[in-house]
Each structure stands twice: as C-alpha cells, then as structure tokens.
C-alpha cells in the first residue's frame, strides 16, 4: 500500500507491507510555497492579519515527487501496489468549478480564491455570528461543537469570501475539503468524506444546517450546501450520502497514475484528515483511546461508545474515526509552532540546546507560567482571536526559562482538554501521543507529569501516512476493516513514559496558577482589545 499525508509545510509518502504495517520506504517533497500568510505568490497581493493559504500545485507536486520517491526508496514494484490512501490537514479548504478546477489558478490575484490553511483565523469575527445567531436560534447541531464552531472551520471561512469577496463565492461551484479535492485527483470522482463533512462541515443526523439558518447570517449564503455536494442524492427529502471512512472512492485514474508512477486502476480510498487517520496507525480506534497528534499543532481524537456535550470540544461525530463509535475530536491551535516561533524569532540556541537547559531546572524554578495561546485557543474557548500569555519574568529570566514554560503551557493545555472530556462523561482511558514532537523526550516526560498519566507513544514516525496505507488496504479489500486492519498493520508502545510523583505534584500547584490565568484572560476584554489595536495599526 501506499499511504500519503499532506502536511502544513510538507507532503510525505510511504510504502507499506499488508500484511503487517512494515514501512518499506518514503519520501518527502517540502512545499516550493509553504504556507502564504504575506503576499501573493507571483503578483505581491498582500494578506491582511491571521491570514494562510496554500497552493494546490504544490500538493500535485507531492503526487509527482514523493510517491515515486517513496517507490524508488522501497524498492518495491509499482505493480505489487494494490491500493492509495491519503490525509490532510482540515479545515483547508477551497473554492473551485464544477470539475474541481481551483480558481486560483484562473484569478492567482484574488486572495479568496486561494486555498485556506487549517490555521487561516481571519474568520473569527464570522464564527462568532454564527455561533450567537445559532445560540439564540437554539440550533440542535451546536452543542455536537461543544457550543462553539471554529473559524478555522468551512462554514466561517466560506461566509468570509462571500462577504468580502461576493465575485469568488459567485464562481465558486464547489466550496471542498483538500482532502477530498485530492481524491478527486486521483480518482476523477468527487466525494465528500464523514469525517471532514461532521467535524468541519457542521454535517449531522445526515444534514448541513439549514437554508433558513444560512439565510438569517447573510442572505446570498442561503444555499452554501450546495457548493458541498457530491453528486451523490439520498433520499427525495434531500438527504446526501457521504463516504465512509476506510471506504474505496475509486480507482486511480491514467493521468495520476502517470503523476505517481503506480497502476493505472488500483484503489484509492476514501479522503480522510491527518489526525483522525493516525488513530489506525496506532492501533488505537477502541472507545477511550486519546490519541493527540503533536506537531505545528496538536488535535485529540478520541473514539467512544458514548454521546456526550463537551465544553469546547471541536465535534463529536457518528462513525467519525471508526464505524460504529463517536468520534470525539479537540485541540490546540499552537504547539510546535509556539516553539518554532520563539528560537526563530529570539535567536536562541535553537531547540536541542534550549532542551537540555530546561530539562536541568527543578519544576517552578523559572517563576513563570504561560497561556498556550499564541495561534488563539481551539479547545475549551474556541477563540482565536485569543492570544499568548506569560507571566513572572523578571530581569533574571533566562531563555531557557521562557522555553520551558511554553512547553509546559501546552501540557496544561492538553490537560485542561483531558479534564474537561472526563468531567462531561467521557473517559480518557489511554492517552497516545504521535507526531513529529514524540522526538522531544524532555517534552513528553513533562506531558507525562502533567497529566499525572503514562503516554503510550505511537511505533512509527508516519504515522498519518501509515494510517492512511492502513485504511488503503481496506479499500483495497485487503481486511474487512479498519479495526482488523489497525490491529495487524498499526503500532505502538504502552506506557513509554510514566510521571513522577514529586514532579507531577509539583505541576499541581502550577497548574492551579494556569487555571487562574485561563479563567482571567479567556473572557477576551483585554486580549480581544489589544488584536484589535493591532490589527488597525497595520491597515
């Protein structure tokens, strides 16, 4: 199988055995235009405050180089290939014509019509109308939110462009998740895939909201569901059928087998988002499994047998990470990217010396605490117009100080996301951390101590690819499902870090503090305030 993950600055194929998950070689292609949060490319069109975008050429790209990349590294035939899987990031989302053509690449000089990043929060101001007007509405889909959509989510970033760019949405014939985008690609079939559809697309008990409630936000956006269709019709009431996860979307067609390298006819599995998909790399798809998959950002998924309203939960989903469980999704906007922003801005010793000079202090010997607030907050506020925090420094403060408290800012944030599950009714029976920050070994102790829990710790540094091979092979008719499937072909190892006593006590009475702080500042007055100064200073 070939599995293929589609990251926020990269795209990363791999080659695996069936039979048993083995990784037989991959390959990376890093993207030419990476994320576009500045200007244009190729025109100097500016971007406005909290904008990201991305280029679809440079996904095509990641077909081109890295799945040939990844068959050359394996040394595997292109004809013992039996099926392609793949993921992505979500919400990034497109406008484009009927036949899936991007309009970016008829009018590369409009913003709006250029895919919108994950972490593209210029929405916020439209989230937070249609999350009052659906408050106020009593809208029965928004408490499968937690209470709150996000504007990293479709509906927010779609009503965006139509309010400020009313020409693109006019021309936008479909309003699509990358990740089904891609699968259009590759199998000349559109289809919208469950998870992207329930988690970032407002789908419930097999509905979009309604044109009444569209309407009330904005006239012209009255009938936005039907930039989401699939071509697929339910029943006569104008019920829509969505593809299921681990489900075959199609087979590849001549022009990506020629993108690729791989058999023109193989299968090709239903889209699905990098977070979710990782589950089944970790054989972890059993209800009270957490799986927080750490990078730029970190999400938590987690399936259950339960139905449960949690405060600040991004979605719970029917059938949203495994047939037959809820799928409970959460998250933090900004993890990795809080530690990146901080040695490239500061000019600090870079990360593996600011490690090793945190990993040498005691717990509270900084005097500081932090709110992991920088790229806003996802879960349990969903306001990303929120903004970090750090509290204590004094002229004694030293980098390495600042470092630590970021990273353990981002543990209380897990923490405080943990708790909330738990006091909703949702037990976190196993907490399993993948991603590309598990190499950090001082930050997963700290995570370990924080939450007072032992982390089991994925098999594989590919996880989301691994996990999309893993749902290929069921595609591909290879296991009846995704559990069989997880459970041969995913890995990992329980209980690779365990707290310390003293420590996590320690952590406690920090945590407290955090909590404080969380509690003070999540209201907004003051940090709302000073965004808004500054986003009408750099007008």
């Known amino acids: 199988m070939v599995g293929v993950d589609f990251g926020t600055l990269s795209g990363r194929a791999v080659v695996v055995r069936v039979s048993d998950g083995a990784e037989l070689g991959s390959a990376v292609h890093e993207y030419a235009e990476r994320v576009i949060e500045h200007t244009l490319p190729g025109t100097g069109v500016r971007l406005g405050p909290d904008w990201a975008l991305q280029s679809p050429r440079d996904w095509l790209d990641v077909l081109r180089v890295a799945v040939p990349g990844a068959l050359a590294a394996a040394g595997v035939a292109a004809e013992d290939v039996i099926g392609i899987g793949t993921d992505f990031t979500a919400c990034t989302v497109l406008p484009t014509t009927a036949d899936g053509t991007p309009l970016c690449f008829e009018t590369p000089e409009q913003p709006h019509a250029w895919p919108k990043l994950w972490k593209h929060h210029a929405a916020q101001p439209h989230a937070d109308r249609i999350n009052e007007l659906a408050a106020r509405r009593g809208e029965s889909w928004l408490p499968r939110y937690g209470g709150k959509i996000s504007s990293e989510w479709e509906f927010a970033k779609a009503l965006q462009v139509l309010e400020e760019a009313p020409e693109v949405y006019a021309r936008a014939e479909r309003w699509i998740e990358a990740a089904d985008w891609i699968v259009w690609q590759l199998s000349g079939v559109e289809s919208r895939n469950i998870c992207t559809a329930g988690y970032k697309g407002v789908f419930q008990d097999g509905s979009y909201p309604s044109e009444d409630f ?106 949203g990470i495994v047939p037959g469980l809820w799928g409970y999704e959460a998250g933090q906007s900004a993890v990795g990217d809080i530690f990146a922003w901080y ?63 970021l990273i353990e800012s981002t543990a209380y944030g897990a923490r405080m996301i943990v708790e909330t599950f738990e006091k909703s009714g949702v037990p976190v029976e196993e907490f399993v951390v993948a991603g590309g920050l598990l190499k950090n070994r001082f930050l997963m102790q700290v995570y370990a101590d924080v939450l007072r829990r032992p982390l089991s710790v994925i098999g594989s540094d590919q996880g989301p690819a691994l996990g999309s091979a893993v749902h290929a092979a069921v595609a591909a008719g290879a296991y009846p499902g995704i559990e069989e499937a997880a459970a041969a072909m995913g890995k990992r190892t329980r209980a690779a870090y365990v707290p310390d006593e003293a420590r996590a006590d320690a952590y406690d009475r920090l945590y407290a503090q955090y909590r404080d702080l969380h509690d003070h500042f999540g209201d907004g007055r003051m940090l709302h305030t000073l965004r808004a100064i500054r986003n009408e200073a750099v007008k």
């Open 343 to 405: 040695v490239d801005t500061f000019g600090t010793d870079g990360h593996e010396r600011l490690t090793e000079l945190a990993e040498r202090q005691a717990v509270g010997a900084h005097g500081l605490v932090a709110l992991d607030w920088f790229g806003g907050n996802r879960s349990v506020l969903v306001d990303h117009d929120l903004s970090g925090v750090i509290v204590g420094q004094t002229l004694a403060t030293r980098p390495e100080d600042v470092y630590r408290a």
């Open 214 to 319: 569209l309407a009330a936000l904005d006239p012209g956006f009255s009938g936005f569901a039907g930039k989401l269709a699939t071509g697929v019709v339910g029943d006569d009431v104008g019920g829509v059928t969505l593809a299921p996860l681990g489900g075959l979307a199609g087979v590849l067609t001549a022009r990506a087998a020629g993108w690729t390298g791989l058999p023109e006819g193989i299968a090709v599995a239903v889209g699905n988002v990098d977070a979710h998909v990782t589950a089944a790399a970790a054989d972890a798809v059993r209800p009270g499994q957490m799986v927080a998959i750490m990078g730029t950002s970190t999400c938590h998924i987690m399936p259950s047998d339960r139905l449960a309203e949690v405060p600040g939960m991004c979605g719970v989903v029917r059938d």
